[in-house]
Nanobody
Framework: QVQLVESGGGLVQAGGSLRLSCVAS????????MGWYRQAPGKQRELVAF???????NYADSVKGRFTISRDNAKNTVYLQMNSLKPEDTAVYYC??????????????WGQGTQVTVSS
């Protein structure tokens, strides 16, 4: 009933930039918050950045000052602008949304993931 579709991943050299997008679609009544997590090989999935329905922002310390999360409520879309990328940013990036489904209540959804690879 609800889908999160990510785009914008790819291969970039260290110091470069990428912009990820995630669109939520389906039987959505409201979105409480949206954000990005990442998982590198052999590591646990970790929070990168999250924006609540009220606009509060939360960033991992490792990306503060380099990444910026933003949201277009009219389009049910969240963005992640990633600047000054480092090889250690290499991971699969997953979109996450905490939203209310029409007639069903609050649920947590994940996108399929998009690969970001930063070469040194």
């Amino acid at each position: 009933q609800v889908q999160l579709v990510e785009s914008g991943g790819g291969l970039v050299q260290a110091g470069g930039s990428l912009r990820l997008s995630c669109v939520a679609s389906g039987s959505i009544f409201s979105i409480n918050g949206m954000g990005w997590y990442r998982q590198a090989p052999g590591k646990q999935r970790e929070l990168v950045a999250f924006i609540t329905g009220g606009g509060s922002l939360n960033y991992a310390d490792s990306v503060k000052g380099r990444f910026t999360i933003s949201r277009d409520n009219a389009k049910n879309t969240v963005y992640l602008q990633m600047n000054s990328l480092k090889p250690e940013d290499t991971a699969v990036y997953y979109c996450n949304a905490d939203l209310e489904v029409v007639g069903r209540g609050d649920y947590d959804y994940w996108g399929q993931g998009t690969q970001v690879t930063v070469s040194s």
